[in-house]
């Protein structure tokens, strides 16, 4: 099955024009919320997604029982959603995922624990919880990483296979304490901004399929695979035709692209 590419400069620039423009009831909006919901509540956070949207919406939930880190992972979600869209069309490098961790982990707990080394590589061993599989040890971890990338940045554009192999080998060296799960995801959504492929979200429900592939990906790649296709096909489903509605009325109020700067408005197809 081929890639799905979409033109992912006009999703962009429609994410990016929600954001600032602050419109309520956007794409934006959704893919934030149902992004931190589903990627924290994969790692164990008690939020519900309207209790998610309430933290998107006003910073505060109602409700007993939901651990503070819970709330503040999901308002740090939002923010290194962000940072991934900021940088969308970036090189993948080391700053940029220590500083993806420390957006997510920013003021919870484990920020001010030094064992947990908030914002770099991890100092201690520790494992894939849901793989039952080993990590890379602490005093490796920066030479494989330099190697992890420096191989994926010399292949130059990729596909959506390329983007899984990275994932599935970030997720083997675990180089952080905890959050490497979201952080792999937050960085395959990037990557698929980066290089016109359809994004996705691996939501909840899709969970026991996603670990299998991540577990077996040597073995039989088409199981990761098959799965980030399913959440693909849910994403463009779901949100790219609200947002190439929002794109081709931005083109006829601006006269030109999402951005006003006079570009063909090409949509998404």
């Not at 996603?210 to 199981?223: A, D, K, M, P, V």
Request: hydrophobic share 35%.
């Amino acid at each position: 099955m081929e890639d799905a590419v979409i033109d992912s400069e006009t999703l962009l620039d429609v994410l990016l024009h929600q954001r600032e423009n602050r419109v309520g009831d956007s794409v934006y909006k959704m893919v934030q919320c149902d992004f931190a919901y589903n990627s924290n509540r994969m790692e164990g956070s008690r939020l519900t997604p309207e209790q998610t949207r309430m933290v998107f919406g006003r910073g505060e939930i109602s409700g007993e029982g939901i651990p503070l880190d819970d709330i503040l992972e999901a308002m740090n979600h939002f923010e290194a959603f962000d940072a991934v869209l900021d940088r969308s069309g970036d090189p993948l490098d080391a700053d940029l995922l220590r500083s993806l961790h420390g957006i997510l982990k920013a003021g919870t707990a484990q920020a001010k624990n030094p064992l947990y080394s908030v914002g770099d590589y991890k100092r201690y061993e520790n494992v894939v919880g849901a793989l039952d599989l080993p990590t890379t040890p602490p005093e490796k971890v920066e030479a494989e990483m330099e190697a992890l990338l420096r191989g994926y940045e010399r292949a130059g554009r990729h596909d959506l296979d390329d983007v899984l192999s990275f994932h599935v080998a970030f997720e083997r060296i675990h180089p952080f304490s905890d959050g490497n799960g979201r952080i792999g995801r937050l960085i395959m959504f990037k990557e698929c901004l980066r290089n016109g492929i359809a994004p996705f979200i691996v939501t909840d429900d899709l969970r026991a399929f996603y670990i299998r592939g991540l577990q077996r990906f040597h073995e039989e790649r088409g199981w990761l695979r098959d799965t980030c296709l399913t959440a693909q096909d849910r994403f463009i489903e779901r949100y790219l035709p609200l947002a190439e509605s929002y794109a081709e009325a931005m083109a006829a109020a601006l006269g030109g692209g999402p951005s006003g700067d006079g570009r063909e408005g090409g949509g998404i197809r």
